[in-house]
C-alpha cells in the first residue's frame, strides 16, 4: 500500500506524487461550443511556448512559505488523499471530483496558509455570461474584501485534450518582435481550415472558451484539465480594458505521463497569477 504524503512534498517532480491511474472507458471526446460568448470571443491566432518555467516558480513560492521552515505547520501534517478505488471517470464531473481531491485542494492549501496571500476559491461563479468551473479571487484583507478574480482553472471530459493540436499551435519558441507576429498572423488567416488561427480542431473550441473566461474574469490566466493533459494558457497581450485577448498567447501542456509535475506547475502559475494579474 502506498505510503501517504505530506501536502509540503506532494510538490516535487517525483514519480511517488503522480495523479492516481484511472480508466477512460469512453475513449476520445470532442469539444462543443456550447454558449454565445464563447461562440462570440475570438481566439488568439496562435501560440509562442511558456516563457515562465512554472515548477520552478511554484518550488520558489513553497521555498519562502512558513512551511519550509516551520515542521509542525499544517502542509507538513496534513497528507494528500490516498488513492481512491471507487472512482470511475465515465464524465467530467468524475474529472472534477478528482481533481478537487489530488490536484487543487494540496494547491489551495499552500495558497490560503501563506501569510501574504489572501484568496476565495469558488465554484461556477457567473461573471459577464461566463459560469467558469474555479475561479480564484484576491481580496486584499477580510475588512474590505474587494474580491478580484486573478485566475480560472476549468474542467473538461477525459479525451477532449489533445496535445498535438495545441503543439501545432506553438510558432515560436520566445517572445516574436512585432514583424514575426504581423507574418505569422497574416499566415494564420489564409489557412486552409478557414479558422484564420493556428488553432484547429478540438483546441480551436477550447481556446476560445479559455479566452471567453479570460476576457469576462478580466484576468489573463486560465487553465485547463481533464486528467489527461494540464494545459496552461497565459494571455499576455491582454490588458483589463481588451474585450480579446491578442494576437497571441504564451501555452504549456503537461501530459498525464508527467502528472507529478503538475501540482507544482499549477502552484506556479497560481501564484504567478495572484501576484501579476490585473487589480483593477
Known sequence: MAQPVRISQSFANVATNALPTYPNPHGNANATI????????DPPYFAIASQNNWNNLGTNFLGNHPASTTPNHQLNVETVSL????VHHGSEGDVVRSAAMYLLHPINQAL???PNIAITCQSEASTNRIRSD??????????NPNFKAFAVVEFKKRGVITATEF?????SQTVPT????DNTVAAAMAL????QTYFDGDSFVLIKQAASYAVAHRTPYVALFNWDFLVLVHFTQMTPTMDYVGDYCQLQVIPAA???????????FLAHAYDNAPAV
Open 192 to 195: 486552409p481550415h478557414g479558422k
Open 83 to 86: 488513492r481512491e478505488d471507487a
Open 167 to 171: 503543439a501545432a499551435t506553438i510558432r
Open 112 to 114: 490560503s496558509t501563506h
Open 178 to 181: 512585432q514583424q514575426v507576429v
Open 258 to 268: 508527467q502528472s507529478s509535475a503538475m501540482r507544482g506547475a499549477l502552484l506556479g
Open 134 to 143: 474555479i475561479t480564484y479571487y484576491r481580496h486584499p484583507n477580510t475588512a
Open 34 to 41: 456550447s454558449g454565445d460568448s464563447t461562440r462570440d470571443t
